[in-house]
């Protein structure tokens, strides 16, 4: 930890501690505060949006800012996705492939209503309509990454010179959004509808509220660390060679795919240096899974220095909020009925409204929490991560062309 000027850096291993004590202070949040539980708002975005206040107060006050280096939060990101593939079945993604395409459909149509909104609204403010666009897929869909890179292109050609910051602060209020959007319509559309869970499995991160703590030995957790290390190389040398082909995915989409082909291609009869079965939905690895999402939502929740996009608040407030009604809307009469109208469909709604709204991991987060709360839905947890993390990627660099083009 050093600090230059009014800056304070925190390194990498400090990062991560302070990211497991903002997930225990979500987790204790949720017990003292009893709507954030009922309304299945993620425990380390209680957590991480508190301490992101906390630093916010702290610059305001005393105008020292916080940075921390999140090179490991990555990393946990790769194990989470890597668990979610070695949970899946191809018994889960062939059922998957129709609830799989729809949403793909439904999420493309929603790209263009976002994108309609956006402009529409900037428009109604007396914005020039790009900035509309970066309130739009830009950086809601596309998230902080998607924003950077396309903010050189919005202010060269539209004259928007402050297009990096907007983006920045569309991508930021989004992923606030995006974290307690999921919970309550979920539980408006469960309730509403008396949904029932259809299976009584365990669940594929984390245990359910009321069920009491599992006992897990050593072999079981350093089995499942191994299978998703093993898992992992398969992933990178898979990258490694899409990239030869020309072909970027991020890394852990890859680590996704090992982790499908070493559960279902795998021959049943290799034996393990652990002589143990290969740690499919097992508490284990549904404890890792909890582990390394909560604590890469929690850094990245605590590390969003919102002094940044206050100056811009004003407009992108009002972008934002028309945003978020739309979303709402289209996950309750649109993704649900189209989904199948069941409890499988509420889960999968929560996860739209997570990775249209913000990013992939919020959208697990999100059904996370509903699924702790209400039960299991393994098919969510396959379509909506392949939907959000793969396929819309490709898409939104379409769709935003396509928009550009409407200016």
Known sequence: MELIGTSLHVDTFLAVTVGIIVLFIGKRLNRVVPILSEYSIPEPVSGGMTVALILFAVHSLADISVHFELGARDVLLVYFFTTIGINASFRDLAAGGKPLALLLLITLVYMAVQNLTG?????????????????????LIGGHGTAIAWAPRF??????????????????????????IGGPVAKF????????????????????????????????????????????????????????????????????????????????VLPRITGTKWPSRTPAMALIA????????????????????????????????????????FMVFVVFPLM????????????????TMGATPTAIANMSAVSKRYGPCHQAFIVVPLVGAFFIDVSNVIMIQLSLGWL
């Open 155 to 180: 202010a060269e050609d539209y004259g928007i010179s402050n297009a990096m910051e907007i983006g920045i602060a569309c991508a930021t209020f989004g992923l606030v959004l995006a974290s307690v």
């Open 340 to 355: 199948g109208k069941n409890y499988e469909a509420a889960v999968i709604a929560a996860g739209f409204g997570g990775f």
């Open 290 to 329: 909890d582990i390394s999402l909560g604590t890469f939502l929690a850094m990245s929740l605590m590390s969003m220095q919102l002094w940044e996009i206050v100056d811009l608040a004003g407009a992108l407030f009002s972008i934002m909020g028309v945003q978020l009604v739309i979303a709402a809307l």
């Open 119 to 139: 402009v529409g609204v900037a428009h109604l403010l007396g914005l020039e309509p790009a900035v509309g666009l970066l309130g739009g897929t830009v950086s």
């Open 189 to 268: 559309l469960v309730e509403r509808h008396n949904l029932k869970v259809t299976t009584d499995e365990s669940l594929d991160i984390g245990i359910r509220h009321e069920e009491p703590p599992v006992s897990l030995n050593y072999m079981e957790l350093l089995d499942g660390v191994l299978a998703i290390h093993i898992c992992v190389v398969i992933g990178f040398f898979m990258d490694k060679g899409l990239e030869n082909l020309g072909i970027q995915l991020p890394l852990f989409v890859s680590c996704l795919f090992g982790g499908i082909i070493m559960t279902n291609l795998r021959p049943q």
